[in-house]
């Protein structure tokens, strides 16, 4: 009757999420008087979980699953929540994630919430906080099915530690090829830079760059932040970058600790999309700029002038602070 | 190839969000309703398949007879024939189940939906559907090219984007990539009298449970006032970054 928690690992190691939905496994459990187990495939450091809470880890070694596949790692997920006998599993946001849940979901009959921002209301019954509109409102959702499935959004609940000691179990789930009716042929991926999904901070540009050979000082900030670029609706829609760069309410959303908008207005649908972003910067020359209204500090200047001066303050202050 | 684009009829993107009846409803009040974004993305690839590969196309949506001028707008812009299911969507799991039944009855060999719609954000009708009724499934898509049986999707992955080859009857969650925001098509004259003779078959909704609710709704607290630096003083913006908001 643990917690089952999906811990996501990328070439052997933990992602940033699985210690944020590894902590919040650990207090879901502790709510509900039971403790918390994770389920991890091709991590070498399975242990190191008990840092966050885990007390139990079921943890597959298979070469089928080097790649992500969703239908064969949703059934890895649902034959151990079936061995625990698990009624509630938490779940990460990120993009492979939210692309097994719902298979989960339907394998095992289970409500599932998604975009869960904070550890639940009451357990019994099962209440937890959502973002709904696109982050324009929360809700409260009751979850009345025997299993419940939490989707835990990034960045929102954070990693806390809480020493306790992992029991590693190893778990050899069984696979059938039906398992791998979608191949993966090409995987396209930036390495050695932050995303969007994960970075700590991110800078984004607008129309007010007025083209694509302006970016280069978008990618030195970013350079010197160690953040992911990321840019408006109007910009990849102009395809003065990729559409992944794209935030908003039909692109990706942010949640950052750190979000800097450069030449960005601030549409309700932009504004939307990166609002679960902690902290706000705006630069623009229009003080009268909505974006004005939902950042933290802003900066009434123009991009060319303030972001270089920007970059050359950030690199002292760096340099001061390494 | 038989194909069926799923629609979710939902507030306009530039909505204001309000909540009703105690904060338990959300407020329709002068809310314009739209087809769902990265639902429209789909609608306008599944043109494209019967353009150019004769695809038969038909769309469905799971709601009251109020989301009508939704899916009128999708017969205007080419699809063959409608479905309605006459019934609140009271969560993805019940919307998934009344779409599997017309999956089932329709014998389609394509499902296109949205990755999520930008109302309740649940991201997961296309999946429960295609794994309720054993289909292939691939979620946010952003191409999608079909060859007999045989189809290359591409989807979008944190960081980057992934290339998977799978076979028909299947199921993805789209969203834009699988047309440009230009190739999005605004319903003629002509689009919209021919629609007006279409099929919209309206149908009861199967029983189903209702395995979540939302029982109360928020909006955001109001955001603070910003602090404005002077461009002349970005030590000053990163003295706040560094110690106050403790970022950097």
Same mark, same amino acid.
């Given at each position: ?9 990328? *070439? ?8 944020? /939905? ?5 207090? /879901? ?65 990120? !993009? ?13 009959? !289970?409500?599932?919430?998604? *975009? ?18 696109? *982050?324009?409102?929360? #809700? ?6 025997? $299993?419940? $499935?939490?989707?835990?959004? *990034? ?35 930036? /390495? ?6 994960? #970075? ?78 902690? /902290? ?22 123009? !991009? ?19 | ?44 690839? =599944? ?7 004769? =695809?038969?196309?038909?769309? =469905? ?5 109020? %989301? ?10 080419? =699809? ?22 017309? +999956? ?35 979620? %946010? ?25 799978? %076979? ?10 699988? +047309? ?69």
């Amino acid at each position: 009757m643990s917690v089952l928690v999906y811990t996501e690992s990328e *070439n052997g190691k933990f992602k940033k999420n699985a210690h944020e /939905v590894a902590s919040y496994a650990y207090e /879901v459990a502790k709510q509900m008087g039971t403790t918390a187990t994770a389920i991890s495939i091709n991590a070498s450091d399975a242990a190191g979980l008990g840092d966050f809470g885990i007390s139990k880890v079921l943890n597959v070694s298979n070469d089928q699953l080097k790649t992500f596949n969703a239908k064969a790692f949703a059934n890895v997920i649902g034959q151990a929540a079936e061995k625990e006998s698990a009624k509630v599993i938490i779940l990460s946001s990120s !993009a492979d994630t939210k692309f097994l849940a719902p298979i989960l979901t339907a394998q095992l009959k !289970a409500g599932y919430v998604p *975009n869960v921002v904070s550890a639940p209301e009451s357990t019994s019954p099962f209440k937890v906080k959502r973002t709904v509109f696109s *982050n324009k409102g929360y #809700a409260i959702t009751e979850i009345s099915s025997e $299993i419940k $499935i939490v989707g835990v959004s *990034n960045n929102a609940f954070g990693s806390t530690e809480n020493k306790t000691t992992a029991a590693v179990e190893n778990f050899d789930p069984s696979l059938g090829d039906d398992s791998f009716t979608t191949k993966s042929i090409e995987i396209d991926k930036v /390495v050695g830079k932050a995303t969007i999904a994960d #970075a700590d901070i991110v800078v984004s540009g607008g129309r007010g760059l007025k083209g694509p050979e302006n970016w280069g000082m978008i990618e030195e900030l970013a350079e010197v932040l160690g953040a992911a670029t990321a840019c408006s609706k109007p910009v990849s829609d102009l395809g003065w970058r990729p559409h992944g760069e794209h935030v908003g309410q039909t692109g990706k959303p942010v949640a950052s600790n750190l979000y800097i908008a450069i030449g960005i207005s601030g549409a309700i649908q932009h504004l939307a999309g990166v609002s679960s972003s902690k /902290v706000k910067v705006v630069i623009n020359t229009d003080p009268e700029a909505p974006f004005f209204k939902a950042a933290d500090y802003g900066v009434v200047g123009d !991009a060319f002038e303030v972001v270089p001066k920007l970059i050359e303050k950030l690199k002292e202050f760096k340099a001061q602070n390494a | 190839m038989k194909i069926l684009v799923c629609l979710s009829n939902v507030p306009d993107t530039t909505s204001k969000i309000n909540f009703t009846d105690g904060d338990t409803k959300f407020d329709t009040n002068g809310v314009q309703f739209v087809i769902n974004p990265n639902d429209e993305f789909g609608l306008t690839r =599944a043109m494209w398949f019967k353009e150019k590969q004769g =695809a038969t196309v038909h769309v =469905a949506t799971v709601g009251e007879a109020s %989301t009508e001028p939704t899916i009128r707008k999708a017969l205007a812009i080419g =699809a063959d024939e409608a479905i309605r299911v006459n019934a609140v969507p009271v969560d993805g799991f019940f919307v998934a189940e009344q779409l599997a039944e017309i +999956v089932k009855n329709g014998e389609y060999d394509l499902v296109i939906a949205g990755r999520e719609s930008i109302d309740y954000n649940g991201g997961m009708v296309p999946g429960i559907l295609a794994t309720l009724l054993g289909m292939n499934f691939v979620n %946010t898509c952003i191409s999608l090219d079909i060859d007999g049986n045989n189809a290359t999707a591409t989807r979008e992955i944190d960081g980057g984007k992934e290339k998977i080859a799978t %076979t028909l009857p299947l199921v993805i969650g789209g969203q834009k990539g699988l +047309v440009a925001e230009s190739d999005l098509r605004i319903p003629n004259m002509r689009g919209i009298m021919m629609a007006r003779q279409k099929k919209l078959n309206v149908v009861e909704p199967t029983s189903s449970n209702n395995l979540t609710a939302d029982v109360k709704f928020e909006k955001p607290a109001p955001k603070g006032k910003v602090t404005l630096v002077d461009a002349d003083n970005i030590d000053e913006l990163i003295n706040l970054l560094h110690n106050e908001a403790k970022v950097i």
